[in-house]
C-alpha cells in the first residue's frame, strides 16, 4: 500500500516553510540594511577624517598670527579676534592662513632656507641679509617646483614684537602679514636674501638672527550646493603681492560638507568637519575633529633670544 502526504500534512509543511521564509527574510533585509548602513557611516567618517587630516597638516606649518577668518564677500577677521559676541560670528565660514615653507627648511641636512641669518654681514641698509647655512639655489628651485615662479617668496623677522621703530613702535599683527608691510618679497641667490625693507641706519626697521619664508597663503572655503557645500582649498598666491585666495589654485577637498568648524586658542587650532551620506532617504553625517598643537613653537617662544636693530 503506497503511503503518501496528507491535505492536513501538506497544508502544516508549507505553513511551516511560509513561517520560516518569512523570518529568514526578514533577517536578511535587515542585515543587509545593517551593512549598507554601517558602509555609509564608515565612508562618511573616512572622508571626514582625510579632511581634517589634511588640512591639519598644512595648519600645522602656519606663520603665527596669520589665521584669519573670511566671509564669503571677501571679509576678513583675525582669527585671535573672534569671540561669543562678535557680531554675525557665523558669516564667518571660510580659514585662511600663510605656510612657511616646511619642504624647503626640511629638504635635507643642509636646508634650502636654515632661518638663521648673520646680522654683521648684511648692507648696510640691509638690501640683502646672509642666511647662514643655507642653499638657497636649492631653495630657489623648491619654490618654482611649488609655485612656478621663483621670485615671489617673502621673507618673515622673527624674535621681536615690533617690525618697525621710527619715532612710535609697530607691532606685528594680523594685517600687516597680508599687505606686505612686515613681509618682504625676496630674491635668492646662494647664501644672500636679496629684499625691499626698511632703513637699518635710521632705525625704522627692526631685524632679528632670526626668519621663516613663506611661498604661498591658503584659504579654506566653502561653497554651498543645497542643504550641504563643497568646500575648497585655495593655494599658491601670495597676499604681500596683493593677491587674494581667488587668484591661487582650487582643489576640492570634499562635497556633501555639512559642518566646518574651527577654534583657536594660543598656539594650538581645533578643526571639525563632517560630512553627509545619503541612504535612501536617510541623511548620514560622521564628523572627525583635529587638534593641531605646535608644542615647539611654545618652547621656541620661551627660549628665543631677541637680537634687533
Known amino acids: 500500500m503506497r503511503k503518501g502526504f496528507s491535505i492536513i500534512e501538506l497544508v502544516f509543511a508549507i505553513v511551516v516553510m511560509g513561517i520560516v521564509a518569512s523570518i529568514g527574510s526578514d533577517i536578511l533585509v535587515n542585515s543587509t540594511e545593517a551593512y549598507l548602513l554601517q558602509r555609509t557611516k564608515h ?4 572622508k571626514s577624517g582625510l579632511v581634517a587630516t589634511q588640512i591639519g597638516n598644512r595648519l600645522l606649518y602656519r606663520i603665527s598670527l596669520s589665521l584669519r577668518s573670511k566671509k564669503l564677500d ?10 561669543p559676541l562678535t557680531v554675525n560670528k557665523d558669516d564667518y565660514v571660510g580659514l585662511e592662513w600663510i605656510g ?3 619642504d624647503g627648511f626640511a629638504s635635507s641636512v643642509n636646508p634650502g632656507w636654515s632661518g638663521f641669518v648673520d646680522l654683521d654681514k648684511g648692507s648696510s641698509k640691509f638690501s640683502y641679509i646672509k642666511s647662514v647655512g643655507s642653499k638657497l639655489n636649492r631653495e630657489r628651485v623648491i619654490m618654482s617646483n611649488i609655485t612656478g615662479a621663483n621670485t615671489n617668496g617673502a621673507i618673515l623677522f622673527l624674535g621681536s614684537p615690533m617690525y618697525k621703530n621710527n619715532g612710535s613702535d609697530v607691532a606685528y599683527e594680523n594685517k600687516c602679514l597680508y599687505n606686505g608691510d612686515c613681509m618682504f618679497p625676496v630674491t635668492l641667490n646662494n647664501e644672500r636674501i636679496t629684499f625691499k625693507g626698511g632703513d637699518r641706519v635710521n632705525g625704522q626697521m627692526i631685524y632679528s638672527e632670526f626668519y621663516q619664508l613663506a611661498i604661498s597663503a591658503y584659504t579654506v572655503m566653502p561653497e554651498a550646493t543645497g542643504d550641504t557645500f563643497n568646500l575648497y582649498l585655495y593655494s599658491n598666491y601670495q597676499p604681500w603681492l596683493g593677491e587674494t585666495y581667488l587668484d ?21 587650532i581645533r578643526i571639525k568637519v563632517c560630512i553627509q551620506e545619503s541612504l535612501h532617504s536617510r541623511k548620514i553625517n560622521s564628523c572627525k575633529e583635529k587638534a593641531v598643537i605646535r608644542w615647539w613653537i611654545i618652547i621656541w617662544n620661551v627660549k628665543i633670544k631677541k637680537d634687533s636693530f
Open 248 to 268: 591661487g589654485e582650487k582643489e576640492l577637498l570634499a562635497n556633501n560638507v555639512s559642518v566646518f568648524r574651527y577654534t583657536q586658542e594660543n598656539e594650538s
Open 43 to 46: 565612508n562618511s567618517s573616512e
Open 100 to 102: 612657511y615653507d616646511n
Open 74 to 83: 571677501g571679509t576678513s577677521m583675525a582669527l585671535s579676534d573672534i569671540d
